[in-house]
T-cell receptor, first 113, second 116 residues
Framework: NAGVTQTPKFRVLKTGQSMTLLCAQDMNHEYMYWYRQDPGMGLRLIHYSVGEGTTAKGEVPDGYNVSRLKKQNFLLGLESAAPSQTSVYFC????????????FGNGTRLTVT | AQSVAQPEDQVNVAEGNPLTVKCTYSVSGNPYLFWYVQYPNRGLQFLLKYITGDNLVKGSYGFEAEFNKSQTSFHLKKPSALVSDSALYFCAVILGGSGNTGKLIFGQGTTLQVKP
């Protein structure tokens, strides 16, 4: 099993450009999440999904949109990138119980100049 | 509001010595607590969790953690550190009960450096 796969691994954008980050999981998990990791701030939840066709805002949703058209995929979009969105983005998935561990992808390092 | 604090940015230990990485939490009810580890250029990996029951929980790679309700702490421990344990460690909490969809709150992380 590949687990959670994120593409691309690296990306450099200019301010105002748009892009989509793709997350795919092969564990048949109901829940999926997008986090961003910044030095000294841990991981902060951007958006999450509890099932196909449903999404919800997390702690830091502004400037991002998401879609979950298929159970195995969770897309994160930046419509107009800003330097403040320079970060490492992690996707995760889990079973639909509170005590289920999250399974993380290896991250996408995004730089916005 | 839920929160997690990891008071040390970095912990340095010598190989073979015991290690402790500290975590304190704040929730208004029963917490579910987790530890994750992150190696360079990788995603987080689950180490262990406390849900209920025995206050000492054992996890992967010889790690264990002790839940202390009175001190609202969940410190990560290992009796004998290895150089390969060097990594970034995250504590995380979620309020147990219905209505919480697995949205973990993470601490800021502690870098563990184990020197030979």
């Amino acid at each position: 099993n590949a687990g959670v796969t994120q593409t691309p691994k690296f990306r450099v954008l200019k301010t105002g450009q748009s892009m989509t980050l793709l997350c795919a999981q092969d564990m048949n998990h109901e829940y999926m999440y997008w986090y961003r990791q910044d030095p000294g701030m841990g991981l902060r939840l951007i958006h999450y999904s509890v099932g196909e066709g449903t999404t919800a805002k997390g702690e830091v949703p502004d400037g991002y949109n998401v879609s979950r058209l298929k159970k195995q995929n969770f897309l994160l979009g930046l419509e107009s990138a800003a330097p403040s969105q320079t970060s490492v983005y992690f996707c995760a998935s889990s079973s639909p119980t509170q005590n289920s561990p999250l399974h993380f992808g290896n991250g996408t390092r995004l730089t916005v100049t | 509001a839920q929160s997690v604090a990891q008071p040390e940015d970095q912990v340095n230990v010598a190989e073979g010595n015991p290690l402790t990485v500290k975590c304190t939490y704040s929730v208004s009810g029963n917490p579910y607590l987790f530890w994750y580890v992150q190696y360079p250029n990788r995603g987080l990996q689950f180490l262990l969790k406390y849900i209920t029951g025995d206050n000492l929980v054992k996890g992967s790679y010889g790690f264990e953690a002790e839940f202390n309700k009175s001190q609202t702490s969940f410190h990560l421990k290992k009796p004998s550190a290895l150089v390969s344990d060097s990594a970034l460690y995250f504590c995380a909490v979620i309020l147990g009960g219905s209505g919480n969809t697995g949205k973990l709150i993470f601490g800021q992380g502690t870098t563990l450096q184990v020197k030979p």
